[in-house]
């Protein structure tokens, strides 16, 4: 067993005798029905799809049913869900102009079956327009298979954000070759602007990122500090306590913290952390706003992040953070528009 304070935390369990569950070792179970139905519709709804027939759209989900989950087990996961769906179409016939409706069933999207094996019925109400119909049927199924293809890889990246937490051996391959840059072997003592070690001596890496929006610099803060334009952006529900000490959970409990320091319109500091980093671990992200006239630079910089999570905090910035605010900002401009 490995003394306290030595070594990794992730990796302590593999050598406890009480089978303490420690870091979710064991097996652990994650409900992702209610982010999958969300993140379904999101890679759906608005799929267009053209050809010399016409054009379509799917217009809604109108039915969904089922569940998905993600377990981890020794530090593998593994992934459960079944569902079944039925979307809603509408088509403009190119020659014609007219105007036709239906149906896209999917009665069985399942861990059991490959994407491209996955059943697909399309069908069409009554009257003309079988060309639209077959429309849907071709391009239209590969459109709707690549749509599915993008919610399974959100299941296994965005949603399972910090789960995975290496074993001793992988921990210590990534740690060799951090310390190897441009073919030169660095030494043990790793610059502090490089490899903290904090808290309960985890190695940690500091991210810093550099982002453009087409905004003010005020409504750029206003983005993370309102608990409505939070949840715009983020398609979930969170709490937003915009004041130092305030708090903050976001994505249905996956990341949160506090704030620790608020200068309107120009910098945040947050306590930060994701749901499945080492116990009472946090970051520090430090967010500042940089007014270019009808644009907004904003740096992030990210202290104290695991060094085994440095690619999925990153994503999880990128992705769930700061191209989901492009797409709110681009929806607010067409809106006053």
Request: charged share 30%; glycine share 8%; with cysteine.
């Amino acid at each position: 067993m490995a003394k306290w304070g030595q070594g990794d935390p992730r990796w302590i369990v593999e050598e406890r005798a009480d089978a303490t569950n420690v870091n979710n070792w064991h097996w652990t179970e994650r409900d992702a029905t209610g982010w999958s139905k969300r993140k379904l519709k999101e890679v759906l709804v608005g799929l267009v799809v053209e050809g010399e027939a016409g054009r379509c759209e799917i217009s809604d989900l109108k039915h969904v049913e089922g569940e998905a989950s993600c377990n981890s087990r020794k530090g593998k996961l593994i992934f459960f869900y079944e569902w079944n769906l039925r979307l809603s179409w509408k088509g403009t016939v190119k020659e014609s102009g007219e105007k036709h409706k239906g149906s896209v069933e999917i009665p069985n999207l399942s861990e059991e079956n490959e994407v491209d094996d996955t059943e697909i019925n399309v069908s069409k109400k009554k009257g003309e327009g079988d060309v639209l119909k077959d429309l849907m049927r071709t391009e239209g199924t590969t459109k709707v298979r690549e749509a599915l293809r993008d919610y399974l890889k959100a299941l296994k990246t965005e949603f399972t954000l910090g789960m995975i937490l290496p074993t001793k051996a992988a921990v210590g391959q990534e740690l060799a070759a951090e310390r190897t840059v441009s073919g030169n072997t660095m030494q043990d003592s790793v610059s502090p602007e490089s490899l903290d070690i904090v808290g309960v001596k985890i190695p940690t890496v500091k991210i810093f990122m550099r982002e453009i929006f087409d905004s003010a610099a005020d409504e750029l803060y206003s983005i993370f500090t309102t608990k409505e334009l939070v949840q715009k952006f983020s398609k979930c529900p969170a709490v937003i306590e915009a004041e130092k000490g305030g708090k903050l959970q976001m994505f249905d409990g996956c990341v949160s913290g506090e704030y620790a320091e608020l200068v309107p319109g120009q910098r945040i500091v947050l306590k930060w952390r994701c749901g499945n980093w080492p116990d009472e671990h946090y970051a520090t992200v430090a967010l500042n706003f940089k007014d270019m006239a009808a644009q907004t630079e904003l740096q992030l910089e990210c202290k104290g992040v695991p060094a085994s999570n440095e690619d999925s905090t990153r994503q999880c910035w990128k992705k769930q953070y700061f191209e989901a605010i492009r797409i709110l900002l681009q929806q607010s401009k067409d809106n006053m528009e």
